[in-house]
């Protein structure tokens, strides 16, 4: 029985060393799976080196990246209301410069810087183009746009949509920072967009409630810029004439020693 067994195993050699490609193909076979393996092994360390470099300590790297990817699906929070909501609507009056008006309320539990942008610099800017706003305050942004001629003098339809877009962004800031445009840029993936704002051309003739809105807030925007040019409130002392001061308590003084006088002529 082993001597059958030997040569059985003797004449598989022998097939075997007559079929060399099924050697060089095994060879092949068990070369390629090693390269791949190490090649995968390779790419799994790379991977796992490419994550190392971020800045996030004692982070696991895989929970960070569902986590990132959540973020970006969801939709971003809205720190501002705006009034109007999407539009921004403009009497048409062409080769004038007309106004629009927009409310800012910031329905956040911080401060929050607030940026204009628009595809149009050269026809249009915004009063203020920026701020920052406490939680629960509002403002009203004025803005300017220049109408050009139409082309042939043809007449605009009412309710006209423009090419001209405005963007309004936020950016959540501490209490008492100043702000200025360059916040938006050193934060850049902290800043929200609100919204996008079409421009609306209404009909300056026609009186609709769309343009009487806009000439209540525009009333409202001109009444808070009068109002922050007003100088403060003096509570100094009173300055009359050139340099002469009253001082209470000198008044007294001098009323005091009026009536010792008084007193004193008298007694004579």
Same mark, same amino acid.
């Given at each position: 029985? =082993?001597?059958a067994e030997r040569q059985k195993s003797s004449s598989d050699m022998k097939l075997f060393s007559l079929? $060399?490609?099924w050697q060089?193909?095994?060879?092949?076979?068990t070369t390629t799976t090693t390269s791949s393996s190490?090649?995968?092994? &390779?790419n799994l360390n790379s991977h796992g080196n490419s994550n190392r470099f971020v800045d996030v300590p004692n982070s696991r790297p895989a929970a960070k990246t569902v986590s990132s990817v959540?973020?970006?699906?969801? *939709?971003?929070?809205?720190?501002?209301?705006?009034? $109007? =909501? #999407?539009?921004? %609507?403009?009497? %048409?009056?062409?080769?004038? &410069?007309?106004?629009? =008006?927009?409310?800012?309320? #910031?329905?956040?539990?911080?401060?929050?810087a607030f940026k204009f942008q628009t595809t149009a610099p050269k026809s249009c800017f915004m009063r203020p183009p920026g701020g920052t706003l406490a939680p629960g305050e509002s403002i009203i942004a004025t803005v300017f746009k220049f109408v050009e001629q139409p082309e042939n003098n043809e007449k605009l339809p009412l309710d006209q949509k423009?090419?001209?877009?405005?963007?309004?962004?936020s950016l959540k800031v501490k209490a008492g920072i100043d702000y200025v445009p360059e916040l938006f840029e050193e934060q850049r993936e902290q800043v929200t967009v609100e919204r996008i704002l079409r421009v609306v051309f209404l009909d300056a &003739?026609? *009186?609709s409630p769309a343009l009487e809105k806009l000439k209540c807030q525009l009333d409202e925007a001109e009444a808070a810029?009068? =109002?922050?040019?007003? *100088?403060?409130?003096?509570?100094?002392?009173?300055?009359?004439?050139?340099g002469l001061v009253i001082d209470e308590w000198k008044e007294r003084r001098e009323k005091y020693l009026a009536r010792q006088q008084v007193e004193a002529v008298d007694s004579v």
């Open positions: 029985m =082993a001597v079929c $060399p490609f060089s193909a095994t060879t092949t076979t190490s090649s995968s092994t &390779q959540a973020r970006s699906l969801l *939709p971003p929070r809205r720190r501002l209301r705006l009034d $109007p =909501a #999407n539009t921004l %609507y403009f009497p %048409y009056e062409p080769g004038k &410069q007309v106004r629009s =008006a927009i409310r800012l309320k #910031n329905t956040s539990r911080s401060h929050v423009s090419k001209d877009k405005f963007k309004i962004m &003739q026609r *009186p810029v009068e =109002a922050r040019k007003k *100088p403060p409130p003096d509570t100094g002392p009173r300055v009359v004439g050139e």
